[in-house]
């Protein structure tokens, strides 16, 4: 079983990376990008039968090492 | 006062640390990150800078949950002291131990240059030898180091008298122009700069020399 996690910066925390793809897509002239927020794909390989055993799993790595909760949200879906 | 050095694949600043250490009278021993037990007797640990685990996922993020770590915090809740300076304060925030996070400097550059800070806690065993208010000259080089915190954690760290160091002009865009900061009971300290790197007179400044020199010396 496959799964994706995609870890993002949260709403209203300031993205350095995000804000500087931004100005470089701007400069290239495309003046229609409004945001750009950078985050991070993980794709884990797992031994798991259950999918809700997975998910659940998979939760707990997020919280314990995968995302920041502190300034990150995660999302994860199977792939 | 017996200190303990604790390495990690990438560290690079153990040696200046457990250098900055001696100079100043104590005992120092080194730790390998896979080691499970501290000897006894140990007064302060230390977490020096670097790049540990090559700052891969998040700066700090792998070394926070290495072997060694299960002591390191126990030492914590004991009450035993602690340091994480540049790549340590990193650790230390994604371990947990002190609140925040360290980001991305907001210009997204690496800085390396000599900063003022003003000394703003006098009462840590880390602070006591500097006069409150004084500025001393640090270096920093760091890529993360924009401090972050939520707001509660903020006016917290402000009642409790735990912002350690602030910067004259901020360089990177930290919370409240935080560069170190205590934990509540004032014994574990997180700092961006490297006052190891301003102990001798080759340095060109020894603002750093009392910050070690005062460690677990009664004023």
Known sequence: ?79 | MRAAVIIFPGSNCDRDLLAALRLTGHETISIWHKETELPKNIDLIAIPGGFSFGDYLRCGAIAARSPIFGEVIRHIDRGGYALGICNGFQILTEAGILPGILQLNEGTKFISKVVDLRVKNISSTFTHSYSSNRIISIPIAHHEGNYFASKDDLKKLHDENCIAFEYIDNPNGASDNIAGILSKNHRVLGMMPHPERHTESAHGSQDGYSFFKGLFETS
């Open chain 1, 1 to 79: 079983m496959k799964a994706r996690v995609t870890v993002m910066l949260k709403n209203g925390v300031l993205d350095p990376q995000g804000e500087a793809v931004k100005q470089a897509l701007n400069s290239l002239e495309y003046n229609n990008v409004e945001s750009v927020r950078q985050g991070k794909v993980i794709e884990i390989g797992l031994v798991e039968t259950s999918k809700e055993k997975a998910n659940k799993s998979i939760q707990e790595m997020c919280e314990k090492l995968l995302a920041n909760t502190v300034i990150e949200s995660y999302e994860i879906e199977f792939i």
